[in-house]
């Protein structure tokens, strides 16, 4: 049985510090892994991908990557009161049919920036 | 680009209904999977189709079905509705299929069963 954890919230963070959000996943033959974010009534917004082991900066965006841990975060620099949403943490692996197994997704982080 | 499209955006049933669901991947995509988003069970995968085939299925009643047509857009299907089927239904696409691509998700179609 496949499952992604993450603390459901709300994580409050202060307009201008680092929000960091976490994801623990069952599967070790997981391979990539996905932060989405979504908005309240909205569908999810990719974020990031991460498939290796380490760090993956794209602008105010840090994703972590420790397969041996089985753990996933993302850091949000200098957040915003925009940030504001739930980020979901998404892992995928390949089925023995070849296919993409499906996303997992955890529960989601509901993130609350005060301004 | 166009991101990928759904229609309707929202429906209303009642029990014992079927319903069919429509999704556009974004232009070359050909991997096109779908989601149903609902409070207490969260992001679920339904099934994943690439190049017209099923490639994988998630633990879903057979009453949910899809297709995908040879220009890769998706239908799916769910025949006699039940109250539980009430949901946000997510159509994502992929450029590929494997566990690599990333996927784009669509703006969903509401369902209400009554």
């Known amino acids: 049985q496949k499952e992604v954890e993450q603390n459901s919230g709300p994580l409050s963070v202060p307009e201008g510090a680092i929000a960091s959000l976490n994801c623990t996943y069952s599967d070790r033959g997981s391979q990539s892994f996905f932060w989405y974010r979504q908005y309240s009534g909205k569908s999810p917004e990719l974020i990031m991908s991460i498939y290796s082991n380490g760090d993956k900066e794209d602008g105010r965006f840090t994703a972590q990557l420790n397969k041996a841990s089985q753990y996933v975060s993302l850091l949000i620099r200098d957040s915003q009161p925009s940030d504001s949403a739930t980020y979901l943490c998404a892992v995928n692996m390949v089925s023995t049919g070849g296919g993409a197994d499906g996303l997992t997704f955890g529960k989601g982080t509901h993130l609350i920036i005060q301004p | ?114």
């Open chain 2, 1 to 114: 680009k166009a991101g990928v499209t759904q229609t309707p955006r929202y429906l209303i049933k009642t029990r014992g209904q079927q319903v069919t669901l429509s999704c556009s991947p974004i232009s070359g995509h050909r991997s096109v999977s779908w989601y149903q988003q609902t409070p207490g069970q969260g992001l679920q995968f339904l099934f994943e189709y690439f190049s017209e085939t099923q490639r994988n299925k998630g633990n879903f009643p057979g009453r949910f079905s899809g297709r995908q047509f040879s220009n890769s857009r998706s239908e799916m299907n769910v025949s006699t509705l039940e109250l539980g089927d009430s949901a946000l239904y997510l159509c994502a696409s992929s450029l590929t299929s494997g566990s690599r691509g990333e996927q784009f998700f669509g703006p969903g179609t509401r369902l209400t069963v009554l």
